[in-house]
């Protein structure tokens, strides 16, 4: 498929995802930048609904950015253990605090660069980060539902997350970055599922 044609394509997904999902958004919970960046780290690999169900308790225990220096590894591996992968992120998370406690005087950084630099955030989490901490829209977080769409719907043929993003960003209006990525979910998640299903009995976005 030829680069316009796809571009043609892809202005169709995003019309109909509007007409879809007109409120589409993060439905992640949280108080600060400092609890959004947890919760995406939390979310990886993890539903939404269960990181929210985790934030809920998490948040209410550890709430300033101090509490999760103080924090015992292995009890926090206790208070998330539930999100799968819990001895990566209390890993990351803990040292994720350190570091903005040390170098960034306590605040979530608010570039991609600085972002990057954090253990275990990757362009995914740097994006969701910066587009609802600070309103900043540099890419399209790919996440395993804009993954798995895409890819069934032609917009990539790619499987890495980087160069699919690289694939969108082409094919789509930079002011329309933000609002696809969470069309996309909200399209997985309402009917398009990864568990096998006709997809000819949902709503076509093309």
Same mark, same amino acid.
């Given at each position: 498929? *030829? $680069? ?5 394509? &892809?202005?169709?997904?995003? +019309? #109909?995802?509007? /007409?879809?999902?007109? %409120? ?11 609890? *959004? $960046? ?5 979310? &990886?690999?993890?539903?939404? +609904? #269960?990181?929210? /169900?985790?934030?809920? %308790? ?32 209390? %890993? ?115």
């Amino acid at each position: 498929m *030829l $680069l316009a044609e796809r571009k043609k394509r &892809a202005a169709r997904i995003i +019309k #109909k995802l509007k /007409e879809l999902f007109p %409120r589409a958004g993060i439905v992640l919970r949280y108080g600060s930048n400092w609890e *959004l $960046l947890v919760a995406v780290i939390l979310s &990886a690999q993890c539903t939404d +609904k #269960k990181v929210n /169900e985790v934030t809920a %308790r998490l948040f209410k225990k550890y709430r300033t950015l101090g509490d999760y220096v103080k924090a015992a590894p292995r009890e926090f591996e206790k208070d998330i253990h539930s999100c799968g992968f819990f001895r990566n992120k209390t %890993r990351n998370i803990l040292a994720i605090a350190r570091i903005l406690q040390q170098r960034f005087g306590g605040k979530v950084p608010r570039t991609m660069e600085e972002l990057l630099t954090l253990p275990g955030v990757a362009r995914k989490t740097a994006n969701v980060v910066l587009g609802n901490a600070y309103g900043v829209v540099e890419g399209i977080a790919v996440d395993t539902h804009v993954r798995r769409i895409s890819q069934k719907l032609g917009l990539t043929s790619h499987s890495d997350p980087v160069k699919i993003e690289q694939d969108l960003m082409k094919l789509i209006p930079k002011k329309d970055w933000f609002f696809f990525t969470y069309g996309m979910i909200e399209y997985g998640r309402t009917y398009c599922s990864a568990r096998n299903h006709d997809c000819a009995k949902h709503p076509s976005l093309i």
